[in-house]
T-cell receptor, first 109, second 116 residues
Framework: GEDVEQSLFLSVREGDSSVINCTYT??????LYWYKQEPGAGLQLLTY?????DMKQDQRLTVLLNKKDKHLSLRIADTQTGDSAIYFC?????????FGSGTRLQVQP | GAVVSQHPSRVICKSGTSVKIECRSL??????MFWYRQFPKQSLMLMAT?????????EQGVEKDKFLINHASLTLSTLTVTSAHPEDSSFYIC????????????FGQGTRLTVV
């Protein structure tokens, strides 16, 4: 995942908003994704955004894409303890995905 | 969403034996599936692209004779780790998309392989 970078850790209080950031390097990426992984489990697709979009909102999740800066963010509103997990951003160039290193989100009660 | 099922979820095997991991798309057909490997506290690395009815495409550095992939039907791909060694211990995850362009990639629950 060296082409997709994320910060490793984020801690927030329950009820606050969480913002997880990601940068990527390939401007030809067509879709960008956010996945959630809980301990010992597979990946759950949270949301994805097409590269010609700036923003996508889905309930508590808001994705912002700055294509010029190759920056992607995921905002989780009203963060709950159940949101504690590792969040991966990923880009799709061909058909497979390239993943970032993952951000561990810890939600404090 | 769509359902991708992996089996087994955990397996422990002895060095030198082979282990088969199955990846099934339960409610859709997938001409292409992908196999990833995840080391502890690390990201997912693409190992190979599994193509129904043809040979898999392996990423650089992945031994195709060690990680045998078979995609015999539109709903099943298998990964066989042959002559397993302790360094093959890892979390293996497959994914599949509903469309040929894999716009929405759905993942299995993963298989934790431990080689002793």
């Amino acid at each position: 995942g060296e082409d997709v970078e994320q910060s490793l850790f984020l801690s927030v209080r329950e009820g606050d908003s969480s913002v997880i950031n990601c940068t990527y390097t390939d401007s030809s990426s067509t879709y960008l994704y956010w996945y959630k992984q809980e301990p010992g489990a597979g990946l759950q697709l949270l949301t994805y955004i097409f590269s010609n979009m700036d923003m996508k909102q889905d309930q508590r999740l808001t994705v912002l894409l700055n294509k010029k800066d190759k920056h992607l963010s995921l905002r989780i509103a009203d963060t709950q303890t159940g949101d504690s997990a590792i969040y991966f951003c990923a880009e799709r160039r061909r058909r497979a995905l390239t993943f970032g290193s993952g951000t561990r989100l810890q939600v404090q009660p | 969403g769509a359902v991708v099922s992996q089996h087994p979820s955990r397996v422990i095997c002895k060095s030198g034996t082979s282990v088969k991991i199955e990846c099934r798309s339960l409610d859709f057909q997938a001409t292409t599936m992908f196999w990833y490997r995840q080391f502890p506290k690390q990201s997912l690395m693409l190992m190979a692209t599994s193509n129904e009815g043809s040979k898999a495409t392996y990423e650089q550095g992945v031994e195709k004779d060690k990680f045998l992939i078979n995609h015999a039907s539109l709903t099943l791909s298998t990964l066989t780790v042959t002559s397993a060694h302790p360094e093959d211990s890892s979390f293996y995850i497959c994914s599949a998309g509903k469309t040929i362009m894999n716009t929405e990639a759905f993942f299995g629950q993963g298989t934790r392989l431990t080689v002793v």
